[in-house]
């Protein structure tokens, strides 16, 4: 009796220790495929790098503790650090926006203003302030601008976190295509005032679907995650300081992601002068006020010529500071400053 125990307990540790490998080979062989670098070393191509999928990596378990926290927080950034988050010491930003409503693809889109080898390039001059800025600076910058709110602590655990989840996502990215990931892309400036008629049209037409006719967006089920399609205006939305505020970076924005899902930074649906209409009009309504507007841009030689705030260093109206035409006012630079502006 005791032989034939034995016997089975044999049996029994064989095919636990075979299913065992069976699984160890299994997710040896998924590794693999998902990072074949993690097994052998790989030179990849300036062509064939790609970005990293950070929803798969997520789920893989591929995403540092830091790093998954920094997705985290820059994902739904109201949970974690907005209106929403149960710690009231940690609302730090003053709307419901998360940072991917503008960083789209979770900060790895092209044409959106990409996270992607972002913190190579500080620290870096900023005119707004007229200093060298590092990139914890210029996180706090959308903390106070774009998300209406304050400004993290440098030493927090959430903003080395983001700085972290940044780092994570240029990990390996070729010389070759650092400029394909920087900013938005260019657009070529009409010659005309921005017609709100125009933009009220393409408005409707193009953007209603995903942001209403009321431009207030629209929230996920769960509230605490904030907008899938954010405001545009409203108690909600950037503040007047914030970049997008302006019309021409607007403009650059709208061309090379808007319609969402539609267009590309390389093959946009809008032209330039429908994506500067439609800025001009989104732009055209009441949202939060940012205080000390008039501290920006020490130089004000320095501030863009769609900047809508005064005090400016032309004679040009707010309005034209506003709503254009903007090929007067850079001229009027480049004759009178010897700078060559482009926004």
């Not at 790609?50 to 378990?61: I, M, N, R």
């Not at 409503?101 to 080898?117: D, E, F, P, R």
Request: proline letters at 6%.
């Amino acid at each position: 009796m005791k032989d034939f125990r034995s016997l089975i307990k044999s049996i029994a540790y064989f095919f636990c220790s075979l299913i065992v490998l069976i699984v160890v080979l299994f997710s040896g062989v998924l590794l693999f495929e998902f990072n074949p670098s993690l097994f052998v070393k790989t030179e990849i191509s300036a062509k064939d790098w790609k970005s990293k999928d950070t929803e798969a990596e997520l789920a893989l378990g591929f995403m540092p503790s830091n790093v998954k926290y920094g997705y985290q927080l820059i994902g739904e950034s109201p949970k974690y650090m907005g209106p929403m988050a149960e710690d009231p010491d940690m609302r730090y930003a003053g709307n419901n926006l998360a940072c991917v409503n503008c960083h789209l693809k979770a900060g790895t889109q092209v044409g959106s203003a990409s996270w992607i080898g972002v913190t190579d390039r500080f620290p870096q001059f900023r005119g707004r302030s007229n200093s060298e800025g590092t990139i914890e600076d210029r996180i706090n910058g959308c903390m106070q601008r774009s998300m209406d709110g304050d400004k993290l602590p440098v030493l927090s655990r959430e903003m080395k976190s983001i700085v972290a989840y940044m780092e994570w996502l240029g990990e390996g990215l070729p010389k070759e295509r650092e400029k394909e990931f920087k900013g938005f892309p260019k657009i070529s400036i009409p010659e005309v005032a921005v017609d709100l008629e125009k933009g009220k049209a393409l408005f409707s037409k193009e953007c209603t679907v995903c942001h209403g006719e009321n431009g207030k967006g629209q929230r996920f089920a769960d509230s605490t995650k904030g907008y899938k399609y954010p405001p545009l205006w409203g108690a909600d939305s950037y503040n007047s300081g914030a970049g997008m505020h302006r019309v021409i970076t607007a403009a650059q924005f709208i061309k090379g992601n808007m319609p969402f899902g539609q267009a590309t930074w390389d093959n946009p649906k809008l032209t330039d002068e429908e994506a500067y209409h439609l800025a001009g009009y989104i732009n055209s309504f009441e949202r939060p006020r940012k205080s000390n507007l008039e501290k920006d841009y020490p130089d004000l030689k320095l501030k863009p010529v769609s900047t809508p705030y005064g005090p400016w260093a032309d004679d040009f109206s707010a309005d034209q500071h506003k709503n254009g035409p903007f090929p007067t006012i850079i001229k009027y630079y480049k004759l009178e400053y010897g700078i060559t502006k482009s926004k």
